[in-house]
């Protein structure tokens, strides 16, 4: 199943937390298939003074959608990362990992939904996933991944 994560951090050694998450993602979930280039970004959705960067990543992976959460919010957690957001409240973070697209599924639970809800509108998911992943079609609004862009 070929999975797409978009990943972003704002705080300390911005590479490194990239690659620590890639490689965890790697060994917890499966095999990395494509990483897009790495791109700093303003915060979205909240005010600070810490530029983001962020990156898309494809992974080729047997797990369900809800382990991959389990195992992402795990790899968050040990990178340092204690609260998530709540209720469209951003704040700085050492990591943040989406799982933005799950083959073509559609799934809408409490704890997930698929594709992300919200990766169309923000240029900092769609520049990177554009990069790896131009036409993948976005399950929903059907249509390319740079076309949404």
Request: proline content about 5%.
């Amino acid at each position: 199943m070929k999975i797409y994560f978009s990943l972003g951090t704002n705080l300390g050694d911005k590479e490194e937390h990239l690659r620590i998450a890639v490689q965890k993602i790697e060994e917890r979930i499966g095999k990395v298939i494509s990483l897009s280039a790495f791109y700093a970004t303003a915060p979205w959705g909240f005010i600070s003074e810490n530029s983001f960067l962020n990156a898309a990543l494809c992974v080729d992976t047997q797990l369900s959608p809800l382990e991959i959460l389990k195992i992402t919010q795990e790899i968050e957690h040990e990178m340092g990362r204690i609260h998530k957001s709540v209720n469209g409240v951003y704040s700085d973070r050492v990591i943040d990992i989406d799982l933005l697209l799950y083959d073509d599924w559609v799934l809408d639970t409490p704890e997930l939904k698929l594709p992300h809800p919200l990766m169309q509108e923000r240029d900092f998911v769609m520049r990177p996933l554009a990069e790896i992943a131009p036409e993948v079609v976005h399950p929903v609004f059907k249509k390319f991944i740079r076309e949404l862009l």
